[in-house]
Protein backbone atom coordinates (compact mmCIF):
# COMPACT_ATOMS: atom_id res chain seq x y z
CA UNK A 1 0.00 0.00 0.00
CA UNK A 2 1.69 2.99 -1.01
CA UNK A 3 0.81 6.71 -2.60
CA UNK A 4 3.98 7.47 -4.99
CA UNK A 5 4.15 11.19 -6.09
CA UNK A 6 6.16 12.07 -9.29
CA UNK A 7 6.08 15.23 -11.42
CA UNK A 8 8.17 17.72 -9.25
CA UNK A 9 11.48 19.80 -10.51
CA UNK A 10 13.23 23.04 -11.07
CA UNK A 11 11.44 25.47 -13.09
CA UNK A 12 11.82 29.03 -13.28
CA UNK A 13 9.32 31.85 -12.20
CA UNK A 14 6.18 31.75 -13.99
CA UNK A 15 6.46 28.19 -14.78
CA UNK A 16 4.12 25.00 -14.83
CA UNK A 17 4.43 21.70 -13.14
CA UNK A 18 1.79 18.71 -12.89
CA UNK A 19 2.33 16.72 -9.90
CA UNK A 20 0.59 13.54 -10.05
CA UNK A 21 0.34 10.61 -7.15
CA UNK A 22 -0.55 7.05 -8.13
CA UNK A 23 -1.82 4.77 -5.82
CA UNK A 24 -1.28 1.01 -5.09
CA UNK A 25 -3.08 -1.51 -2.65
CA UNK A 26 -5.99 0.71 -2.27
CA UNK A 27 -9.01 2.48 -4.05
CA UNK A 28 -8.43 6.08 -3.89
CA UNK A 29 -11.97 6.98 -4.85
CA UNK A 30 -13.27 6.15 -1.61
CA UNK A 31 -10.89 8.69 0.51
CA UNK A 32 -10.07 12.36 0.35
CA UNK A 33 -7.13 13.51 -0.91
CA UNK A 34 -4.85 16.73 -0.70
CA UNK A 35 -1.44 17.78 -1.80
CA UNK A 36 0.67 19.75 1.17
CA UNK A 37 4.06 21.08 0.90
CA UNK A 38 6.88 22.16 3.35
CA UNK A 39 9.62 24.15 2.67
CA UNK A 40 12.50 24.39 4.56
CA UNK A 41 12.45 25.23 8.03
CA UNK A 42 8.34 25.66 7.73
CA UNK A 43 5.64 23.40 8.73
CA UNK A 44 3.69 21.30 6.44
CA UNK A 45 0.84 23.27 5.16
CA UNK A 46 -2.87 21.68 3.09
CA UNK A 47 -2.20 23.28 -0.04
CA UNK A 48 -5.11 21.70 -2.14
CA UNK A 49 -7.63 18.97 -1.12
CA UNK A 50 -10.55 17.26 -2.72
CA UNK A 51 -13.50 15.02 -0.88
CA UNK A 52 -13.93 11.48 -1.56
CA UNK A 53 -18.18 11.74 -1.46
CA UNK A 54 -18.75 15.16 -3.96
CA UNK A 55 -15.77 16.45 -5.25
CA UNK A 56 -15.43 19.85 -3.19
CA UNK A 57 -12.50 21.07 -3.35
CA UNK A 58 -10.14 23.41 -0.74
CA UNK A 59 -7.57 26.05 -2.26
CA UNK A 60 -5.01 27.48 0.14
CA UNK A 61 -5.04 30.90 -0.30
CA UNK A 62 -1.32 31.62 -1.77
CA UNK A 63 -3.23 29.24 -4.42
CA UNK A 64 -5.85 29.89 -5.24
CA UNK A 65 -6.47 31.08 -9.13
CA UNK A 66 -3.10 29.02 -9.63
CA UNK A 67 -3.62 25.87 -8.71
CA UNK A 68 -5.47 22.66 -9.48
CA UNK A 69 -7.06 19.37 -8.43
CA UNK A 70 -8.11 16.63 -9.71
CA UNK A 71 -8.47 13.34 -9.42
CA UNK A 72 -9.09 9.86 -11.94
CA UNK A 73 -10.54 7.34 -10.10
CA UNK A 74 -10.18 4.93 -13.17
CA UNK A 75 -6.43 5.69 -12.91
CA UNK A 76 -6.34 5.41 -9.12
CA UNK A 77 -4.54 8.70 -9.49
CA UNK A 78 -4.31 12.42 -8.07
CA UNK A 79 -3.19 15.31 -9.78
CA UNK A 80 -1.73 18.75 -9.02
CA UNK A 81 -1.94 21.61 -11.78
CA UNK A 82 0.73 24.32 -10.53
CA UNK A 83 0.58 27.24 -12.99
CA UNK A 84 2.59 31.00 -13.12
CA UNK A 85 4.88 29.42 -9.82
CA UNK A 86 6.67 31.43 -7.90
CA UNK A 87 9.73 31.12 -5.69
CA UNK A 88 7.76 30.92 -2.49
CA UNK A 89 5.99 27.74 -4.16
CA UNK A 90 9.35 26.02 -3.45
CA UNK A 91 8.79 22.88 -0.82
CA UNK A 92 8.99 19.33 -0.59
CA UNK A 93 5.17 18.47 -2.27
CA UNK A 94 3.40 15.41 -0.63
CA UNK A 95 0.06 13.51 -1.53
CA UNK A 96 -2.10 12.54 0.96
CA UNK A 97 -5.14 10.32 1.10
CA UNK A 98 -7.83 9.70 4.02
CA UNK A 99 -11.11 8.01 4.40
CA UNK A 100 -13.99 9.29 3.72
CA UNK A 101 -12.84 12.77 4.68
CA UNK A 102 -14.00 16.54 3.58
CA UNK A 103 -11.52 18.61 1.63
CA UNK A 104 -11.00 21.71 3.89
CA UNK A 105 -10.96 19.09 7.00
CA UNK A 106 -8.05 17.08 5.56
CA UNK A 107 -6.12 20.64 4.40
CA UNK A 108 -6.67 22.41 7.82
CA UNK A 109 -6.87 19.68 10.03
CA UNK A 110 -5.04 16.62 8.94
CA UNK A 111 -2.22 16.44 12.05
CA UNK A 112 -5.79 16.44 14.66
CA UNK A 113 -7.89 14.20 12.36
CA UNK A 114 -5.03 11.43 11.37
CA UNK A 115 -4.34 10.87 7.39
CA UNK A 116 -4.03 7.26 6.39
CA UNK A 117 -1.54 7.64 3.84
CA UNK A 118 1.52 9.55 2.74
CA UNK A 119 3.09 9.75 0.34
CA UNK A 120 7.12 10.45 -0.03
CA UNK A 121 7.37 13.78 -1.19
CA UNK A 122 8.50 15.42 -4.47
CA UNK A 123 10.71 18.37 -4.68
CA UNK A 124 9.80 21.54 -6.12
CA UNK A 125 11.86 24.45 -6.80
CA UNK A 126 10.92 27.70 -8.40
CA UNK A 127 13.90 30.09 -9.47
CA UNK A 128 13.95 33.71 -10.09
Known amino acids: VQLQESGGGMVKTGGSLRLSCAASGFTLAYYGLGWFRQAPGKEREGVSCISSSDGRTYYAESVKGRFTISRDNAKNTVYLQMNSLKPEDTAVYYC??????????????????????WGKGTQVTVSS
Open 96 to 117: AADLAVAANTLCNDYDTVGVDY
